[in-house]
């Protein structure tokens, strides 16, 4: 059974940084998808980013050229590196994982493992 412990949350002003880790056990198949989602007040949980067994990243247009996506090799840990923060990032943030499949699924349902989330807030 995967397991998936996220860290490296907290606040941060308006354009600052903050890096995300997701430390992960448990990996039985070759191929899968791992991604960042997140969900703020009153929102529904949304993609941020993913990566899959191939190394493939996929980014939300809100995202894009600001955070990075990415994984070691042993695939112990998944990061996100999140550069010019903005307060609309802020937002509880969370690992998942998607395993057995050579792809990466766009919506949440379709990743059967998740961490317990790590709140990220961006002040202005």
């Known amino acids: 059974q995967v397991q998936l412990v996220e860290s490296g949350g907290g606040s941060v002003q308006a354009g600052g940084s903050l890096r995300l880790s997701c430390a992960g056990s448990?990996?039985?198949?070759?191929?899968?998808?791992m991604g960042w989602f997140r969900q703020g007040p009153g929102k529904e949980r949304e993609g941020v980013a993913t990566?899959?067994?191939?190394?493939?990243?996929e980014y939300a247009d809100s995202v894009k050229g600001r955070f990075t996506i990415s994984q070691d090799n042993g695939r112990n840990t998944l990061s996100l590196q999140m550069n010019s923060l903005k307060p609309e990032d802020t937002a509880k943030y969370y690992c998942?994982?998607?395993?057995?499949?050579?792809?990466?699924?766009?919506?949440?349902?379709?990743?059967?493992?998740w961490g317990q989330g790590t709140q990220v807030t961006v002040s202005s």
């Open positions: 448990g990996y039985t198949y070759r191929n899968y998808c």
């Open positions: 998942a994982a998607a395993m057995g499949i050579s792809w990466c699924p766009s919506r949440p349902l379709d990743f059967g493992s």
């Open positions: 990566i899959d067994s191939h190394g493939r990243t």
